[in-house]
């Protein structure tokens, strides 16, 4: 095993944020083990999402996205394959895994981060081309410790995260629209901005709904713009019985609204877009949805941008299905 120049575990416990943590831990295990490429990830469903990288010939980068089922370390993680591999290519379900088939791996090194609640946050972990010694296996008790460190930080940084939120609510009072209580557009835009920032540190995964009334401007045509405004209370209303107490609500303007689900994993979202429309039918109320998840290149406004063309296919669809 190679020299470290950092010392002791000591040196890594003044980091008190994740990401930072991370960084200082794949610097370390680095230089202490070698290997061409550290990594800390974030599970989500099918996405298994690098947030931290400590590369040196594999050519991975920060926010690269691969296939969960894919890695060594979907099966490390179930119990089928060692944390320490010094041979992969001797352990019969890494040597199948397809991502030996887009990487050359002859030893591997993975072990689980866990959530304050103990489900599974992601993964340390590492890779090189060549197989090494198999007194590599004597270094298992130092990683698993360091993965409690890190899950420690991660549920400190979590904490955090939740406080801030609650204080971003209480400060918002002049960020709400008076009519249906909900955030107003400047709010949305300051938490889109806000929860983007912690989508990119933590790999957190998020999903945009866009909702639109279709019969407002006949109501207020017809009955008034007082019974307009009732439906627009009552579409409110909808909206926040239907998502969760994380979600951010907001009306973008005239009878368009938005939920910014936070944590929400693509099959949590589908549950939610079934949620919103059976709310909005037993209110009798019509309204166009259109939904998108959120990926590490094009951010939460991209699937802001996305959602919104799916609201409209979604309205031109129903219209469509009410003229046959």
Same mark, same amino acid.
């Given at each position: 095993?190679?020299?470290?120049?950092?010392?002791?575990?000591?040196?890594?416990?003044?980091?008190?944020?994740?990401?930072?943590?991370?960084?200082?831990?794949?610097?370390?295990?680095?230089?202490?083990? &070698?290997?061409?490429?550290?990594?800390?990830?974030?599970?989500?469903?099918?996405?298994?999402?690098?947030?931290?990288?400590?590369?040196?010939?594999?050519?991975?980068?920060? &926010?690269?996205?691969?296939?969960?089922?894919?890695?060594?370390?979907?099966?490390?993680?179930?119990?089928?394959?060692?944390?320490?591999?010094?041979?992969?290519?001797?352990?019969?379900?890494?040597?199948?895994?397809?991502?030996?088939?887009?990487?050359?791996?002859?030893?591997?090194?993975?072990?689980?981060?866990?959530?304050?609640?103990?489900?599974?946050?992601?993964?340390?972990?590492?890779?090189?081309?060549?197989?090494?010694?198999?007194?590599?296996?004597?270094? %298992?008790?130092?990683?698993?410790?360091?993965?409690?460190?890190?899950?420690?930080?991660?549920?400190?940084?979590?904490?955090?995260?939740?406080?801030?939120?609650?204080?971003?609510?209480?400060?918002?009072?002049?960020?709400? #629209?008076?009519?249906? $209580?909900?955030?107003?557009?400047?709010?949305?835009?300051?938490?889109?901005?806000?929860?983007?920032?912690?989508?990119?540190?933590?790999?957190?995964?998020?999903?945009?709904?866009?909702?639109? %009334?279709? &019969?407002?401007?006949?109501?207020?045509?017809?009955?008034?713009?007082?019974?307009?405004?009732?439906?627009?209370?009552?579409?409110?209303?909808?909206?926040?019985?239907?998502?969760?107490?994380?979600?951010?609500?907001?009306?973008?303007?005239?009878?368009?609204?938005?939920?910014?689900?936070? #944590?929400?994993?693509?099959?949590?979202?589908?549950?939610?877009?079934?949620?919103?429309?059976?709310?909005?039918?037993?209110?009798?109320?019509?309204?166009?949805?259109?939904?998108?998840?959120?990926?590490?290149?094009? $951010?939460?406004? &991209?699937?802001?941008?996305?959602?919104?063309?799916?609201?409209?296919?979604?309205?031109?669809?129903?219209?469509?299905?009410?003229?046959?």
């Amino acid at each position: 095993m190679g020299n470290s120049s950092i010392s002791t575990i000591r040196d890594l416990i003044p980091f008190d944020n994740f990401e930072a943590a991370s960084r200082a831990v794949l610097a370390f295990l680095h230089q202490r083990l &070698g290997f061409n490429l550290w990594m800390m990830t974030r599970t989500s469903g099918e996405d298994w999402i690098v947030l931290q990288v400590e590369d040196h010939g594999y050519d991975v980068s920060e &926010g690269t996205v691969l296939r969960w089922t894919d890695s060594f370390c979907s099966q490390m993680v179930q119990g089928f394959g060692p944390r320490v591999a010094p041979n992969a290519q001797e352990i019969a379900v890494y040597a199948a895994a397809p991502i030996g088939q887009q990487m050359t791996i002859g030893a591997y090194i993975g072990v689980p981060i866990q959530t304050p609640s103990g489900q599974l946050f992601g993964t340390l972990c590492a890779i090189d081309p060549e197989p090494k010694t198999l007194d590599l296996q004597t270094e %298992l008790p130092l990683l698993e410790l360091l993965a409690q460190l890190l899950g420690s930080v991660l549920a400190a940084d979590l904490a955090a995260v939740e406080q801030s939120r609650l204080l971003e609510l209480m400060r918002t009072d002049c960020m709400t #629209d008076l009519l249906t $209580g909900l955030y107003n557009r400047r709010a949305w835009e300051q938490a889109i901005e806000l929860e983007e920032a912690r989508a990119r540190r933590y790999g957190t995964p998020y999903c945009v709904f866009i909702a639109d %009334l279709d &019969g407002l401007k006949d109501i207020n045509d017809t009955e008034g713009h007082a019974e307009g405004d009732r439906l627009l209370q009552r579409a409110a209303q909808c909206l926040q019985t239907a998502v969760r107490k994380c979600d951010l609500v907001a009306r973008l303007g005239g009878d368009e609204f938005g939920v910014l689900a936070i #944590d929400c994993a693509r099959e949590s979202s589908i549950d939610m877009l079934d949620r919103l429309r059976h709310t909005f039918e037993s209110a009798n109320i019509e309204v166009s949805i259109g939904m998108a998840m959120r990926d590490s290149i094009n $951010g939460i406004l &991209g699937a802001l941008r996305t959602a919104d063309l799916n609201m409209y296919r979604n309205k031109r669809y129903r219209k469509g299905y009410q003229k046959n």
